[in-house]
């Protein structure tokens, strides 16, 4: 599942293009089957094996990230397309939101995250992780702390 997310803000209603990060007028989504994703979308198509970014519902930096297997124009409206994606191979994840505390400076922050395995605790320390965050379930020091510790 963490290969398929993204801490990124993403409008909603919109769908970002990969290689040139350009915001689309998202159309729908559907899925098909388990790990089959149609997204359908208005402005330059996106190219097979390119990354699309989702935004996902009721999040502000939570992205779902789909590998485009294949692309269809559609007839309406004008420069539309429909792009068949691999994703993420679950019905449903929950969006969680945790305060969290730098172990170095003491400031809060609000975390958001994708609950999906059996322990919210590991996947909040992996979200962490990739928010630049050096996060364990004994310590936690935010990526400001971290940058002033390399210097």
């Given at each position: 599942?963490?290969?398929?997310?993204?801490y990124k803000a993403i409008r909603g209603g919109k769908v970002v293009?990969?290689?040139?990060?350009?915001?689309?007028?998202?159309?729908?989504?559907?899925?098909?089957?388990?790990?089959?994703?149609?997204?359908?979308?208005?402005?330059?198509?996106?190219?097979?094996?390119?990354?699309?970014?989702?935004?996902?519902?009721?999040?502000?930096?939570?992205a779902l990230k789909l590998k485009v297997l294949n692309v269809e124009?559609?007839?309406?409206?004008?420069?539309?397309?429909?792009?068949?994606?691999?994703?993420?191979?679950?019905?449903?994840?929950?969006?969680?939101?945790m305060n969290i505390n730098c172990d170095a400076c003491h400031q809060?922050?609000?975390?958001?995250?994708?609950?999906?395995?059996?322990?919210?605790?590991?996947?909040?320390?992996?979200?962490?992780?990739?928010?630049?965050?050096?996060?364990?379930?004994?310590?936690?020091?935010?990526?400001?702390?971290?940058?002033?510790?390399?210097?």
């Amino acid at each position: 599942m963490k290969a398929f997310i993204e801490y990124k803000a993403i409008r909603g209603g919109k769908v970002v293009l990969g290689s040139h990060q350009a915001e689309l007028e998202l159309l729908g989504v559907s899925s098909p089957s388990i790990g089959r994703f149609d997204v359908k979308g208005v402005g330059p198509a996106p190219s097979v094996d390119e990354l699309l970014y989702l935004p996902v519902k009721g999040a502000k930096k939570v992205a779902l990230k789909l590998k485009v297997l294949n692309v269809e124009s559609l007839i309406q409206p004008s420069n539309a397309w429909q792009a068949a994606c691999l994703g993420p191979e679950f019905r449903e994840f929950t969006l969680r939101h945790m305060n969290i505390n730098c172990d170095a400076c003491h400031q809060d922050f609000a975390l958001e995250f994708v609950h999906y395995s059996a322990a919210a605790e590991d996947d909040a320390i992996e979200a962490m992780q990739a928010q630049g965050w050096q996060a364990s379930k004994q310590m936690q020091m935010c990526p400001d702390c971290l940058s002033r510790k390399s210097k």
